[in-house]
């Protein structure tokens, strides 16, 4: 059985195996299950998803993101910032370099363990509408920031049971076929926000999730008239900082910054 070499990263509380995929040491047909088995945390290296690094025609790279349960996705902000931090560190690209993702390109910087990565433009924002679930109404806002949002305000984020109505908000019909991540924030001053998090793929809470801390600043924003930047404090205690602007009316270059690490390399038997 063929070794697969590994890195294992984390960056504010979100962990991620990465593979150097650009000599495809993984062929396309063995990518998912590989994900599944690489991320299982009982019987594996564990993680919340797998990073591949692939050649680009368009970018220094291209990332592609497999969730635990072996899906695609199309962006992830914080799994970006591990990615840019291991090419810059292993010499694939300069610190500053262009990524190429299934929601488009991104560019990022890296200075020492701090790595700022320029998110696509948010799109498809719904503001203030109801979902019911279970008979009872809950207000809440959406925005895509590479991959979809859904945003509940509350006023005791501990209490909140993410798991249940996180599931519930992540498979309504509002947002078939394809479903949404949900994040539920609670507003601490005129400049932050804290934020937890129900990942689409992982299905259940996450420590971090980049696009749901921009999806939640920009949405609180709008909401609360915060200005840019804006700090996101996450479930696994570590902050974010999230830039923006706005730009007639539309957000308009989104950055995403936090601390970065590559924790440990390995070997792995493929599937």
Not at 33 to 57: H, P, Q, T, W, Y
Not at 102 to 117: F, M, P
Request: proline fraction near 2%.
């Amino acid at each position: 059985m063929k070794q697969i070499k590994f890195t294992k990263s984390v960056a504010t509380g979100n962990d991620f195996v990465i593979v150097d995929n650009r000599s495809n040491v993984l062929e396309e047909k063995t990518k998912s299950a590989f994900a599944k088995k690489v991320c299982d945390r009982k019987r594996a290296i564990g993680a919340d998803g797998l990073l591949l690094i692939e050649k680009s025609k368009k970018a220094d790279f291209k990332m592609r993101i497999f969730n635990p349960d072996g899906s695609e996705a199309e962006m992830c902000g914080n799994g970006s910032r591990c990615v840019a931090l291991y090419a810059a560190r292993n010499k694939i690209a300069k610190s500053k370099m262009t990524i190429e993702t299934l929601a488009g390109a991104i560019d990022a910087n890296v200075e020492g363990d701090i790595v700022k990565v320029k998110l696509t433009d948010p799109k498809d924002i719904k503001w203030n509408f109801c979902l019911m679930i279970n008979k009872c109404p809950y207000k809440v806002s959406f925005v895509d920031t590479g991959v979809p949002h859904v945003i509940h305000f509350v006023d005791d984020l501990e209490s909140v049971d993410i798991k249940n109505l996180g599931s519930y908000m992540r498979h309504h019909g509002e947002f078939a076929p394809e479903g949404t991540n949900a994040d539920f924030i609670k507003i601490m001053d005129s400049h932050t926000i804290k934020i937890r998090t129900y990942e689409r793929g992982v299905e259940d809470e996450t420590l971090a999730c980049g696009t749901g801390a921009a999806a939640s600043a920009i949405i609180s924003a709008e909401a609360e008239k915060m200005s840019s930047p804006v700090t996101v404090e996450t479930q696994g205690g570590e902050k974010l900082k999230v830039y923006f602007e706005i730009i007639e009316g539309n957000f308009r270059n989104v950055y995403l910054e936090g601390k970065a690490q590559l924790l440990s390399e390995g070997e792995t038997d493929d599937v």
